[in-house]
């Protein structure tokens, strides 16, 4: 049996919480408790198939605890449920839901079954299945408003399969009546009972959920030997007028219950709005139920948690508005995976005081869930066996424990070397090393660089640069003459010099 939280705020949702909303998973089944706003996405963001949903039970109608069933059944409209869709509700769920079809008109693929239970009921049975049963008592609010709670049936023992070997039983439909606690004849005419071959009854779990109420002995009824205890804590004890004018819990309320009820754990939710962290509730309920956790949305809360682990696994992250190591008491996942080394078998052991079992995993230094003092471990501060430094409180120095002594005094002063020698002038600047040798430029030692192009001539007398075709031997262009002499007079023709002109021309 898994729980989820879906919404652990009371009344308006905040930032990171949502409205009302418990998923319980059992088997491959769903059911829910409560149903705020916003319950279909938290069921999609939890992993949860809302096609595996078969029951919704409503506290009461308090337009927080019941508006998301709308949107929750127009989805399974959407994606073409044909299973049965069961409500338990008090009287005016009904009326509710086939109006806001009606207006809508929608006929839906799917059968709605109400089963309201009337004002003033104090108890009822409301499911009651071959595996299991839910109950329902009358709380104590401003409107009419019920728990629930859900409770496994015993389960058969384990079958000892030697033993029935040993006494010839092998058919299939043998060991289903001894499981069923019916005596079986052999063949030879041996009675076989059921108490031979099979252990005795485990104990089913059980999950009762409270909400919108003050103390009260229905809530009492409802917790006593629970496994899993989820109750509201809307006010710390410093608002218990406001808890009692507004018929709500206080932390300490919620505590109360299941430590009178012998519950196995309690789980707080139903939040104010005004607590933007609920360690100051969880503190308070410590100290009276040290085995209490805060619902934290789409966190599984897992009663067997070495079957169960891994079955449902969240979209998202969830959000953690709480401390994890005052949350979970070992050092393994959140959801009750138990600490310690690994591979390590667990065992119980009972405190002195005999107050109750706390879970030590074996062979481990730490980790599982052990006592802890009032609200909470908290680790020990070494520092506060040393006196302070000072009537100011802060904390302590160890220098307190020498004297004052400061090693440099044990040294002579630094040694400034520049006082070695005298300043550059009477102005007191730093010393010049250079000022001890005579000004020399380097570069008066060298002869002046070169210009290559003063060895050549330029081009012409206005100063352009030198056009280095010059220096290279080029044939006649036969663009200079109108005809092509022979070469056997080409030494005597005259040579005509070349102008800029000319290389104008030849464009």
Aim: glycine residues 8%; charged residues 35%.
């Amino acid at each position: 049996m898994i729980i989820v939280p879906l919404g652990v705020s009371s009344a308006t949702p905040t930032a990171k919480r949502h409205l009302p909303s418990v998923a319980l998973w059992r088997e491959g089944r769903v059911f829910m408790f409560d149903c705020g706003e916003n319950a279909q996405m938290r069921l999609l963001q939890a992993g949860i198939k809302r096609s595996k949903v078969e029951y919704v039970f409503i506290s009461h109608l308090d337009g927080d605890h019941f508006y998301g069933l709308l949107g929750l059944i127009s989805t399974m409209h959407l994606q073409r449920r044909d299973k049965k869709l069961t409500i338990v509700s008090p009287p005016g769920i009904e009326e509710f839901i086939n109006v806001a079809f009606k207006v809508a008109g929608t006929e839906l693929s799917f059968e709605l079954e109400f089963i309201e239970i009337p004002v003033g009921t104090d108890h009822q049975v409301v499911i009651d299945d071959p595996d299991f049963f839910v109950e329902a008592r009358a709380l104590e609010h401003s409107t009419y408003c019920v728990g629930y709670r859900f409770q496994e049936k015993d389960k058969p023992g384990k079958v000892d399969a030697s033993r029935a070997e040993e006494l010839g039983i092998t058919e299939d439909g043998d060991f289903k009546k001894l499981k069923a606690g019916e005596d079986v004849t052999l063949k030879d005419g041996t009675v076989v009972t059921a108490s031979e071959i099979v252990g005795e009854p485990r104990v089913g779990h059980s999950f009762a959920y409270i909400t919108d109420t003050v103390y009260c002995a229905n809530a009492l009824k409802l917790a006593d030997n629970v496994t899993l205890l989820y109750h509201e804590a809307t006010f710390d004890s410093s608002l218990k007028d406001k808890a009692d004018d507004t018929m709500h819990s206080t932390s300490e309320d919620a505590a109360k219950i299941a430590a009178q009820s012998n519950a196995g754990r309690l789980v707080i939710s139903h939040f104010s709005a005004r607590y933007t962290n609920q360690f100051v509730l969880l503190k308070e309920a410590r100290r009276i139920f040290r085995d209490t956790w805060v619902a934290t949305e789409l966190r599984p809360i897992m009663t067997d948690p070495r079957q169960e682990r891994g079955i449902i696994k969240s979209k998202i992250e969830y959000e953690r508005e709480v401390d994890p190591r005052s949350q979970q008491r070992g050092r393994g996942r959140p959801g009750g995976r138990p600490g310690g080394r690994p591979g390590a078998k667990p065992r119980f052991q009972r405190r002195d005081d005999d107050r109750s079992k706390y879970y030590r995993p074996g062979g481990g230094s730490s980790g599982g869930y052990r006592g802890r003092g009032d609200g909470g471990y908290q680790r020990r501060d070494y520092r506060d066996d040393r006196p302070p430094r000072d009537d100011r409180g802060s904390s302590r120095d160890y220098r307190d424990d020498r004297g004052s002594r400061d090693y440099r005094d044990d040294r002579p002063p630094r040694r400034d070397y520049r006082d070695d020698r005298s300043p550059r002038d009477d102005r007191g600047a730093p010393r010049d090393y250079r000022s001890d040798r005579a000004p020399r430029d380097y570069r008066d030692d060298r002869p002046p660089r070169r210009d290559y192009r003063d060895d050549r001539p330029p081009r012409d007398d206005r100063g352009a640069p030198r056009d280095f075709n010059r220096d290279r031997r080029r044939e006649d262009d036969s663009r200079d003459h109108d005809e092509k002499q022979p070469d056997s007079n080409k030494g005597s023709l005259p040579i005509t010099p070349r102008t800029p002109f000319d290389d104008f021309d030849r464009f």
